[in-house]
């Protein structure tokens, strides 16, 4: 018997029942998606895990959870579809019961770096992307609620160890469930925790500044541990919480805080085009606080876009050449996380426990993954980039989830070949919960676009011939179910011909080919 505590209402007991009685539970009502589908993916993650690390939703307990609170997906491409079961796999091996309600961990078992709980802070936005699809919000809603207030009276904080884009991820993550008494009783702490960022890391320019260890990017080819640069990262997540404080206050008619962020959003987002975007390497780039001078690309010059900061416009879009140069940022495994052609490439980070000088990181490739699909759907230039692009990107991405044979996910992986995770099979690294997947198959793949309207949109960013057939089910969006189907012959789901929409099993909206398509809710 699991005992409910004071953390936990009527939600988290539901989502338990379900969970407990597992994939039969779910199987009562009729699915497009067999559910025998999950299972089989459990069946075998269960079997590659000794399970020496139990947190709140046991192996056993797995699929039965993933069911009650995830999207279902099937696609034809094998990897994409294994690793995305994965990822939901892996994240519910994070989920955390402690005295101060739930949290996700980061690393599997308790590093020294951490705070109490074994929290750590420096995915936090990454995890409350992916999280925002859950179908019981206690767990993300506590989440957020232990990094702004509870974690405020334990013995020692780790909040602002990293930098993080919290109040952009709890904004979007209102965009899918609407839930706007929960962003109301946050609201003045986030407001509260920008102003603290602004004490301890803006420069007198307006720009912040940041150690690149800080921004959990240690041994980068721009940065050092006690460095104080002018980096995209943190300036980009920045401008991003600013523009999400002002919606959230739009929220509640609080003209005043919506102002007020307003033009912190408008200042930061000149300063960091004027200061950080070098025309002639064309990118954005960490300026240097010793010289003023501006370093060597690296991705995190990409993450502008993740909060669709650059103007929409040729010269900025020129920036995406690099992650098709395979000089730049393209290699045979995924995107680097820094320039191929700078010299001191996957050379900084020898002797050290990780390092940002080029190897890839799960963390680097999916802010570029998101950055890219904003650009892809909310800009009208795209230099040189397509769905084609995306979706190689997206499926290196996929099948670098390998080791051994097996599937995997860890710290950090080299950039030439397979099976080349560069902490090996490690008991710190596995099941490393540090990026996202599920949101970026979910949001821009499949393309489910969240909204503050009554509008159900998707914008697949599946190319055109690639895939004759998709599902996405079970999607808790609005109060409603969704569902979004692809089937170029009408014979796979037998639901009909095209793209089509579905709210609570009714069909809302039909196109003949894979394009934006909306319809009401």
Request: overall charge positive; hydrophobic content about 35%; some cysteine.
């Amino acid at each position: 018997m699991i005992r409910l505590n004071k953390y936990r209402g009527l939600a988290c007991f539901v989502s338990l029942v379900m969970m407990t009685s597992g994939v039969a539970q779910a199987q009562k009502k009729k699915s497009i998606v067999p559910l025998k589908k999950l299972n089989d993916y459990t069946t075998y993650f269960n079997s590659l895990d000794s399970e020496d690390v139990k947190n709140y939703v046991s192996n056993d307990k797995a699929a039965g959870w993933i069911a009650a609170n995830a999207p279902m997906f099937d696609c034809p491409d094998s990897a994409i579809e294994k690793v995305y079961y994965y990822r939901w796999w892996t994240f519910r091996k994070h989920l955390k019961e402690t005295p101060a309600g739930f949290i996700f961990t980061e690393f599997i078992t308790p590093v020294k770096h951490a705070g109490k709980f074994n929290a750590i802070s420096s995915a936090l936005g990454h995890q409350i992307y992916e999280g925002r699809w859950l179908r019981n919000p206690t767990y993300i809603d506590q989440y957020v609620k232990f990094w702004l207030i509870k974690e405020k009276a334990l013995s020692y904080q780790r909040f602002h160890g990293f930098s993080s884009w919290i109040d952009d991820a709890v904004y979007n993550r209102y965009l899918v469930n609407q839930d706007k008494k929960f962003v109301g009783s946050i609201l003045d702490s986030l407001s509260a925790d920008y102003r603290t960022w602004e004490r301890e890391r803006e420069a007198p320019s307006g720009m912040f500044w940041q150690y690149d260890v800080k921004d959990a990017m240690e041994e980068s080819v721009s940065g050092g541990r006690k460095v104080m640069n002018r980096r995209p990262s943190i300036n980009s997540y920045m401008y991003g919480n600013a523009v999400a404080i002002a919606k959230m206050a739009a929220l509640f008619n609080n003209t005043t805080l919506e102002s007020e962020y307003k033009t912190k959003a408008d200042r930061l987002r000149k300063l960091t085009v004027d200061s950080l975007w070098s025309d002639s390497a064309s990118f954005f780039c960490t300026k240097y606080a010793a010289n003023g001078k501006l370093a060597p690309r690296e991705a995190i010059g990409f993450i502008p876009w993740y909060f669709d900061l650059p103007a929409d416009n040729a010269k900025y879009a020129k920036a995406w050449n690099e992650l098709v140069d395979p000089d730049g940022f393209n290699a045979p495994m995924g995107i680097t996380t820094a320039e191929r052609r700078e010299p001191t490439f996957r050379k900084r980070g020898s002797g050290h426990s990780c390092e940002w000088d080029g190897a890839i990181w799960p963390f680097a490739t999916s802010q570029t993954l998101k950055s890219l699909a904003n650009l892809l759907t909310n800009y009208s230039v795209h230099g040189k980039m397509n769905k084609d692009i995306f979706y190689t990107q997206v499926s290196k991405y996929a099948k670098m989830h390998m080791q051994n044979g097996h599937t995997y996910v860890g710290e950090y992986h080299g950039e030439k070949k397979k099976n080349d995770w560069l902490k090996g099979v490690s008991t710190r690294s596995r099941f490393y919960n540090h990026s996202t997947f599920c949101d970026i198959v979910i949001a821009d793949l499949v393309g489910l676009k969240p909204r503050a309207d009554n509008i159900v949109e998707v914008n697949p960013l599946v190319p055109e011939g690639k895939w004759d057939y998709f599902c996405l089910e079970n999607v808790a969006y609005h109060g409603k179910n969704i569902t979004v189907i692809w089937d170029k012959t009408g014979k796979k789901y037998n639901k009909g011909k095209g793209l089509l929409l579905f709210a609570n099993g009714k069909q809302i909206a039909r196109a003949d080919t894979l394009g934006k398509l909306q319809g009401k809710i």
